[in-house]
Nanobody
Framework: VQLQASGGGLVQPGGSLRLSCAAS????????IAWFRQAPGKEREGVSC????????YYTDSVKDRFTISRSTAENTLYLQMNSPKPEDTAVYYC???????????????WGQGTQVTVSS
């Protein structure tokens, strides 16, 4: 099982950025998959997750209506479209595979290596 996150970088406030998470060794659609982030000095927090059963999506309040989680069955890849990012979105972003829908890290056993997102003008 491997998760490879990519797409991070420097983005201006109000811009857009798309993160990708390529999965291998398993089928993405069969599991709960989530994006987490961790800013310096802060705990890792759940940003968004997607259900394995029906593809329902969930967002933490701070990113609702700005970020969109999606997955491609053909590419076996998870995405996070970040629109109108804010400086407080600056963090290392991780994708993770879990056993249940949750914003806490506990149920997630497999993690990608993280990709840095910096929102600054």
């Amino acid at each position: 099982v491997q998760l490879q996150a990519s797409g991070g970088g420097l983005v201006q406030p109000g811009g857009s950025l798309r993160l990708s998470c390529a999965a291998s060794g398993f089928t993405l659609d069969d599991y709960v998959i989530a994006w987490f982030r961790q800013a310096p000095g802060k705990e890792r927090e759940g940003v968004s997750c997607i259900s394995s059963s029906d593809g329902s999506t969930y967002y933490t309040d701070s990113v609702k209506d700005r970020f969109t989680i999606s997955r491609s069955t053909a590419e076996n890849t998870l995405y996070l479209q970040m629109n109108s990012p804010k400086p407080e979105d600056t963090a290392v972003y991780y994708c993770a595979r879990g056993s249940e829908l949750a914003y806490a890290p506990g149920p997630y056993k497999y993690w990608g290596q993280g990709t840095q997102v910096t929102v600054s003008s």
